[in-house]
Structures are given as structure tokens and as C-alpha cells.
Nanobody, 116 residues
Framework: QVQLVESGGGLVQAGGSLRLSCAAS????????MGWYRQAPGKQREFVAT???????NYADSVKGRFTISRDNAKNTVYLQMNSLKPEDTAVYYC??????????WGQGTQVIVSS
């Protein structure tokens, strides 16, 4: 079992920045990729960014150049630095942890609201 606890969401004006954190505990040795999805009201959950245990990253086109994902393996924590935020970035952001095999684990979500 892996437990994920997110923090760092909030309300910010357009053009501002936020940093999300997601701390993993439990069977962390099994984790390969960690990352973020988001879900806006009335929309499906969508991929935002991911980072593997080796440090490879991937981003959704909508956030490339604005968001940066990073991972501190010593702290079992993944971060999402979000700059130049837009109102369309408003969503609940969910952290996930994917083991090399087996189910994917999800955090409880953290709300990000970007006002225009």
C-alpha cells in the first residue's frame, strides 16, 4: 500500500504561481512513476505531468513551458511548480504513484483556483 498526501493548492490570480507537493509513504520502494492529473468541473480527469524514478519527465501540451515537475527521492515527494497560471488551469489536482506492477495509487486531491 502507498499513501499520498497532497498540499499547496489555493487561490491565485492569473499569471501567478503555485507549488503543489505530494508526499508518499508506505510501500514506496515499489513506486516507479509519480505525477499529477487534474479534473475541472464537468470535465474528465486529464493528465498533467509525470516523472519516473530515473528522472524522465513528460507534460501535457497545455502546461509545457509553464509547469515543472520534480521529484525528491530522499523525501519520497513529488512537486509541481506551476507558473503563468491561467483560469483554465482551475481544477482539482490529483497526485498519483504508479508501481512497476500493480494498481495505481491516488491522493485525495488539492483544489487550485485561478481567478481572472
Amino acid at each position: 500500500q502507498v499513501q499520498l498526501v497532497e498540499s499547496g493548492g489555493g487561490l491565485v490570480q492569473a499569471g501567478g504561481s503555485l507549488r503543489l507537493s505530494c508526499a508518499a509513504s508506505g510501500s514506496i520502494f515499489s513506486i516507479n512513476a509519480m505525477g499529477w492529473y487534474r479534473q475541472a468541473p464537468g470535465k474528465q480527469r486529464e493528465f498533467v505531468a509525470t516523472v519516473t524514478s530515473g528522472g524522465s519527465t513528460n507534460y501535457a501540451d497545455s502546461v509545457k513551458g509553464r509547469f515543472t515537475i520534480s521529484r525528491d527521492n530522499a523525501k519520497n515527494t513529488v512537486y509541481l511548480q506551476m507558473n503563468s497560471l491561467k483560469p483554465e488551469d482551475t481544477a482539482v489536482y490529483y497526485c498519483y504513484a504508479a508501481p512497476h506492477a500493480g494498481r495505481v495509487y491516488w491522493g485525495q486531491g488539492t483544489q487550485v483556483i485561478v481567478s481572472s
